[in-house]
């Protein structure tokens, strides 16, 4: 501190810190996690001063827009006070009217927005109709940490592929099952309650016919008490090149859609309805099949396994994400499964490289996440660019 100087006093309209209101914007937004895609997240605070007058976000889809959540909690307050919201607010009618309709005939006259909505329908027609109206428009604040938050709506719009997390529970000596085939269990209660919250965030969850063969698990968040939403469970998939897969009754008779995805056939990518109630997916390759996604609205698809898939995605360079959970356990044996088989690298200066890396512990466990960097690596570091969409 400079010896005689005092902070201003900051008083009234003057004084709100705009990442400080955008962090809260995307505290918000966050809640509607797992309940409103293919929409994005968004969360929006409106204030006056160092006031905050309501806050608002998406809870689910079909419902109100986190803009016009907030405004109706302001109401009248509303008139010429500022909000923060972590995307651009739409111009086009979907399920709800308009929110920058809704913006002005509120009164709002400045909004502070983290950045441009990728979706054609609105890309920078939002703020063009906010500023035609006379209102403010500020936009890039904390762009990094929106664009980030919805990684997978950008995903879908950016690249036409939705985004791809790879959540795999390994031994240190990264196996995924014995010899055998043995998987049950590597990871803790805990890391299965995590595994479980992934799953419920995701609009799908995808695993490879080999899985389904050994384990036939239901890939469903049974463990997440608010999956249980009228929305439903979130998507399955098997991925197969030979066919030879049988569903089982517990896997399409329960709470949302099955696909069978059959890659490397001749023929293009096509659905069938079957009678037993999957859907069959007749696709060239992975990245068809992804497209494909894509269309169908499903903006982030969890890979639940196994070695052979994991394999095959990250040679297509399909991988965006990943939660590596390991245990402190050492299965051991050449012919154990590994977590990621497929072609891989000739040369370690290939390897797929992942940083905005963090660490964290699941009671014994400890969960390994990082996003995909782009590019090759950097000399003397394992860092590439960042792999954001
Ligand atoms: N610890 C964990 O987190 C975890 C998670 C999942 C599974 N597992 C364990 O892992 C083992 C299974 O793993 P896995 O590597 O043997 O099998 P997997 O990856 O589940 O399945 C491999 C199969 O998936 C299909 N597939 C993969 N890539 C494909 C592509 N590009 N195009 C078309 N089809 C493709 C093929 O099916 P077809 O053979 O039908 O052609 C392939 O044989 C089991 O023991 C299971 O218990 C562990």
């Not at 859609?257 to 096509?270: D, L, M, T």
Request: proline share 5%.
């Amino acid at each position: 501190m400079i010896e005689g100087w005092q902070a201003p006093k900051v008083t009234g309209a003057f004084f709100m810190d705009k990442e400080k209101i955008m962090e809260r914007a995307l505290a918000l937004a966050r809640r509607g996690a797992g309940r409103v895609s293919p929409n994005p997240m968004v969360g929006a605070v409106i204030f006056k001063g160092a006031t905050i007058i309501s806050e608002g976000y998406h809870h689910y889809f079909g419902g109100d827009h986190a803009e016009l959540d907030a405004l109706k909690k302001a109401g009248k307050r509303a008139e010429g006070a500022s909000m923060a919201v972590n995307l651009e607010p739409c111009s086009h009618s979907g399920k709800t009217p308009p929110c920058v309709e809704s913006i002005v005939r509120y009164g709002i006259k400045e909004v502070l927005a983290g950045g441009r909505d990728p979706n054609p329908l609105v890309a920078g027609k939002g703020f063009a109709y906010l500023r035609r109206h006379g209102v403010r428009v500020q936009s890039g604040i904390m762009k990094e940490a929106c664009a980030f938050l919805n990684r997978a709506f950008i995903s879908v719009h950016s690249r036409k592929r939705p985004w791809v997390v790879l959540k795999e529970g390994l031994s240190l000596d990264g196996r995924i099952a014995s010899y055998t085939g043995n998987s049950k269990w590597i990871t803790n209660p805990k890391a299965r309650l995590f595994a479980h919250r992934l799953r419920y965030e995701s609009d799908m969850v995808m695993a490879g016919a080999g899985t389904f063969r050994k384990d036939r698990p239901s890939l469903l968040p049974y463990l997440i008490k608010a999956a249980r939403h009228p929305l439903g469970y979130p998507a399955r998939c098997v991925v197969s090149k030979s066919g030879l897969f049988k569903t089982c009754g517990k896997l399409v008779d329960s709470e949302s859609p099955f696909f069978i995805a059959h890659i490397a056939v001749k023929r293009p990518a096509s659905a069938e309805n079957s009678k037993s109630g999957h859907e069959r997916i007749y696709s060239k390759n992975l990245n068809n099949l992804l497209e494909f996604f894509a269309e169908k609205g499903y903006n982030q698809i969890l890979i639940e396994g196994g070695g052979g898939l994991a394999g095959s995605l990250f040679d297509a360079g399909l991988v965006d994400e990943i939660y590596f959970i390991y245990a402190p356990i050492v299965i051991g044996g050449k012919n154990a499964v590994a977590a990621v088989a497929g072609r891989g690298q000739e040369l370690v200066k290939n390897a797929v490289v992942f940083s905005e890396n963090r660490i964290f512990a699941l009671d014994d466990n400890f969960v390994f996440h990082g996003i995909r960097t782009t590019g090759k690596r950097k000399k003397g570091t394992s860092l590439g660019k960042r792999g954001r969409p």
